[in-house]
């Protein structure tokens, strides 16, 4: 095992009967975004995400297309992977919960909790909603349909096996206690102190009434609960439990799962209540992200308006898609998707603000020195001041990364590159040019504008890693190297280097 700082961060595992749409890339463009900036100080990441393969919908829409669970899962698969590579997502492993080493873990997991006397064969009986995969109680039904979805439900009836719940509410409530920053944000931590102190009911993890599941170990009449089955892939994929790679023990427990809130429920009680009673380590965080409408409205199938991600990047590019989903909405809270507001963003902030800094830079550089970057002579207040607003700008940076506050994190960002875009206008290179006394003043301007320019182009490449690639190559450095850890203090840009003159990053969009 190497000494290597450790992060391991996953996204939920999607559903095989949905097609990705912007809600999954969501969860996913976040998890990149944190593992590429971990990566680029210095950590060996372990970003996982997967596919949720199991349970009566996938058997029910397999049936209904006359193809097997697994036909239709493994097409669905390839959906989510196109989209992934599309997006520049950049995954450690992909788990899917039809693979043996998941069942392997799955059957364990539960093997482990049964040893200790936590799980017994009861019967249940309550109200089932298929396309929630959740069971309801009498009480939380909403007018007798599921008070997720407003679908109605059917009462079930079966011989199941029963976890006891029940026994690890008063321990998972003193870990929450302990533990403030657990779940996250602190609105969705209250929700669920609230929920486990109303009582915690045992909980059903096996079905009789399909078969597309993993088999109880000695009982193969029944399959195990979806999410019994779905929350375990958190450390199948770590090679839990023979750890042949030693994945697990480097890497267990994770530091952040991040989930959309309509999940919150499943990773913040159930999933801490298996491990609790398997004897295992809990997550250190989990955080629950907001949910995007479509132009004020609910994503929806029969509403014809859910957000095909594939489209958006073929029109505007992967780079400014997952810009636009992480700045426009604090990570935590719903927001709005729409097309103009898109198109705004790629025009102001990345056209106009970074577009033309870049632009402008290296345009003046090459007039003024052929593209050759020269010496810095001796700073004045408005350099030393821009410097200033670097460090400040890069401490601001790792605390909002920290925080998972991306939207944060780039407006700190985008205030380095409105400064950068003033100290242009107030230093008025063009004025300087025009006299040869002001040469190695002229001189200090465009090397301290270039200098910002790679320190942005690393700080951005987390975001947006093809803008990063493009800027580096405009300024001859290596253009996959995103390294922060080494290359973020100023003044590492070298007299002498050739820089070419940058055609537009981001072309503006015209308004349809
Ligand atoms: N399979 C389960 C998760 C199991 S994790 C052990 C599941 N899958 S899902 O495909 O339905 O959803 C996956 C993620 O997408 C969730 O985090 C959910 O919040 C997110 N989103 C789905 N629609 C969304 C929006 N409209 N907006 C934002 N995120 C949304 O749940």
Redesign the pocket.
């Known amino acids: 095992m190497t000494n290597q700082k450790k992060f391991y961060l996953s996204?939920?595992?999607?559903?095989v009967n949905?097609v990705p749409?912007?809600?999954?890339a969501?969860?996913t463009l976040a998890c990149d975004v944190l593992a590429r900036y971990k990566r680029s100080r210095g950590y060996e990441v372990f970003f996982l995400t997967g596919?949720?393969e199991h349970g009566q919908k996938v058997e029910k829409a397999a049936q209904a297309k006359g193809e097997t669970p697994l036909d239709l899962a493994d097409r669905v698969v390839k959906r989510f992977q196109s989209l992934w590579d599309k997006l520049n997502i950049s995954h450690t492993d992909f788990i899917r919960t039809s693979q043996e080493r998941h069942k392997l873990a799955v059957q364990h997991l539960f093997r482990t909790i049964e040893e200790k006397d936590d799980i017994y064969l009861g019967e249940y009986e309550d109200w089932y909603c298929t396309p929630c995969e959740t069971f309801w109680t009498e009480t939380q039904l909403m007018d007798g349909n599921c008070p997720d979805c407003g679908r109605p439900t059917d009462k079930l009836k079966e011989e199941s096996y029963f976890f006891r719940m029940s026994k690890y509410q008063q321990q998972l409530l003193d870990h929450i206690d302990a533990h403030p920053d657990f779940i996250q944000p602190k609105s969705r931590r209250n929700e669920i102190l609230s929920f486990v102190r109303e009582g915690l009911r045992d909980l059903s993890i096996s079905r009789t009434s399909f078969s597309w599941g993993i088999p109880v170990p000695g009982n193969d009449k029944h399959v195990l609960y979806?999410?019994f089955d779905?929350?375990?892939?958190?450390i199948s994929a770590l090679g839990f439990p023979d750890d042949d790679e030693n994945r697990y023990a480097s890497f267990w427990p994770c530091n952040v799962?991040?989930?959309?809130?309509?999940?919150l429920r499943?990773?913040a009680v159930y999933?801490p209540t298996f491990l609790l009673a398997a004897g295992l380590p809990l997550p250190q965080k989990i955080f629950?992200?907001?949910?995007?409408?479509?132009e004020g409205q609910?994503?929806s199938k029969s509403l014809a308006n859910v957000v095909e991600p594939n489209r958006l990047i073929d029109k505007y590019g992967a780079d400014a898609v997952r810009y636009f989903l992480l700045r426009e909405v604090p990570f935590g809270l719903?927001?709005d998707f729409s097309h103009s507001a898109l198109v705004h963003r790629i025009n102001s902030d990345l056209a106009n603000d970074l577009g033309n800094l870049v632009s402008r830079s290296t345009a003046m550089l090459s007039k003024y020195f052929k593209g050759v970057l020269p010496e810095p002579g001796p700073a004045e207040e408005i350099d030393t001041v821009l410097i200033e607003k670097f460090s400040t700008v890069l401490s601001e940076l790792d605390q909002h990364m920290e925080n998972l506050a991306f939207n944060r994190a780039l407006q700190s960002i985008w205030s380095m590159v409105s400064a950068a875009n003033k100290y242009i206008d107030d230093t008025a290179p063009w004025g300087l040019a025009k006299d040869p006394s002001q040469e190695q003043r002229l001189g200090t301007v465009m090397y301290n504008l270039l200098e910002l320019v790679r320190l942005i182009s690393l700080m951005v490449s987390p975001f947006m890693p093809e803008t990063g690639v493009k800027i580096r190559t405009i300024l001859g450095l290596d253009p996959e190297d995103a390294t922060m850890d080494g290359h973020d203090q100023w003044g590492s840009l070298l007299a002498g280097q050739k820089i070419a003159k940058a055609e537009p990053i981001f072309p503006r969009i015209e308004k349809e």
Do not use: S
């Open positions: 996204t939920p595992i999607y559903y949905d749409h912007i809600g999954h969501y969860t596919t949720d979806v999410w779905a929350l375990t892939n958190y799962h991040v989930i959309g809130k309509d999940i499943f990773h999933w629950a992200h907001g949910w995007w409408t479509v609910k994503m719903d927001g």
